[in-house]
């Protein structure tokens, strides 16, 4: 038996490329399901998939390249029909008939919760205190402490959202979660 | 094939690792050039990738997330300070007045200057003005005398074929042109002898006529 020798790197992905599943299948795979690995290890308890629309391969030598479009879910969320702009990934993985329904039919165990961040945030310690002397020199009331203000840019892929009625008792004494398990904290803005 | 040490020979390290036009940074690769392919020995080299420990990597993901957060957030406050600052602060609206009245002060040297132009501008436009219209009125002379100088040379030129014309031969004037032609014939052939002298005719009457008018009789020759 030949000997095989792997040369090079790692690649992060596995799978096939999209054109590639699409051409081996009725219709180019309209209306099968299709997922890509990479959001499968990174989300393993919500679904991401495509549902195919629409698919124009290329049908060059590896199938590399083309025009798909499909159904868009997100971590469970739909998100109407989409472009798919990574079909030339090496990334993607089909979905049997059978196992379909557990994907269209996937139904949150409990509702999502959001991670609320607080509006406001105490200033680091050394601009604190500057804006505590520069209050008292301006002959203003120290007793209340100034807050920073805080924006995050709430979208489909940072579901962390912004407390809606902030009262002042409330962001006094909140801060940035800094740690918890589940993935649905992420703060990116 | 070209050794790594032969190409930094010929290139040299400095060629490579300066800006590129558009100003990113291009990385300096001190031991060979880009074109060299992989050594031999490194060719199955398979970097292995570290581990990397879960838990600490969700921690440093959301640290830094709060810190990018907060960050911008201090940004956005510092921003507005700067607003606020440069609309009210004492410092600021005295800088502010300094560079409009620099500014004003510019503007009216500006303008100084401007009129200065204009009016140099301005003789130097009359003064054009005035050089197109003697021209002008010079160009209006020359060109009158000339034609007047024409005209003359154009009587002179016709009244002296009209002098002529009176000679003419017409068809009125044509029998009388042709007997009269006929009556007076010219010849305006002639002999030269060995002296140089000149006999006028083509006959020999004539030749004795010239000869008997001559003191000394040259030979006498006849014209053919």
């Known amino acids: 038996m030949a000997t095989v020798k792997v040369i090079g790197r790692r690649t992060t992905f596995r799978g096939k490329t999209l054109f590639e599943i699409l051409c ?3 219709n180019f795979g309209k209306g099968r399901v299709v997922v890509r690995s990479l959001f499968e290890d990174r989300f393993p308890t919500e679904p991401s998939y495509y549902v195919i629309t629409r698919a124009a391969p290329e049908m060059d030598e590896n199938f590399d390249f083309g025009e798909a479009w ?11 029909e989409w472009k798919i702009m990574a ?25 999502f919760v959001h991670s609320v961040i607080p509006r406001e945030q105490p200033f680091p310690p050394l601009l604190r205190e500057i804006i505590r002397q520069e209050m008292k020199a301006a002959g203003k009331s120290t007793d209340k402490e ?21 009262t002042p008792a409330e962001t006094n004494t909140s801060s940035l979660p800094t740690s918890d398990s589940s993935s649905n904290t992420d703060t990116r803005v | 094939m070209i050794s790594a040490k032969t190409c930094l020979y010929l290139y040299g390290p400095g060629k490579q690792g300066l800006r590129s036009p558009c100003g990113s940074l291009v990385f300096v690769r001190w031991r060979k050039p880009r074109w060299i392919p992989m050594a ?23 640290q830094m997330n709060h810190y990018r957060t907060t960050m911008k957030a201090l940004r956005a406050y510092f921003a507005c300070e700067q607003e606020a600052l440069s609309a009210t602060g004492t410092v600021m609206m005295e ?7 620099e500014f004003r002060a510019l503007l009216e040297e500006n303008a100084r200057h401007n009129e200065h132009v204009a009016a140099m501008r301005e003789k130097r436009i009359a003064d054009e003005q005035e ?8 160009g209006i002379e020359f060109a009158k005398q000339r034609r007047a100088e024409e005209r003359e040379h154009a009587d002179s030129v016709i009244q002296h074929y009209q002098e002529l014309a009176k000679t003419l031969v017409t068809a009125e004037t044509c029998d009388e042109a042709i007997e009269q032609c006929l009556d007076d014939v010219i010849v305006y052939d002639f002999a030269i002898d060995q002296t140089g002298s000149v006999y006028q005719g083509r006959t020999l009457e004539v030749l004795e006529k010239v000869s008997s008018l001559s003191s000394s009789s040259p030979e006498v020759s006849t014209l053919s």
């Open chain 1, 87 to 111: 079909g030339h990934k090496a990334d993607w993985r089909l979905i049997p008939r059978d196992d379909e329904h557990k994907y269209l039919n996937w139904k949150p165990a409990q509702p």
């Open chain 1, 24 to 26: 081996n299948l009725k």
């Open chain 1, 70 to 80: 499909g159904r868009k879910v997100f971590r469970g969320n739909e998100l109407g």
């Open chain 2, 95 to 101: 800088k502010a007045r300094h560079e409009e009245d």
């Open chain 2, 131 to 138: 050089a197109r219209l003697l021209a002008r009125m010079r």
């Open chain 1, 146 to 166: 100034a807050l920073l203000p805080i924006s995050i840019h709430e979208t489909v892929w940072n579901r962390a959202k912004l407390r809606r009625d902030a």
């Open chain 2, 40 to 62: 031999k020995s490194k060719l199955e080299y398979l970097p292995v990738k570290k581990p990397v420990d879960p838990w600490e990597a969700d921690f440093m993901k959301k």
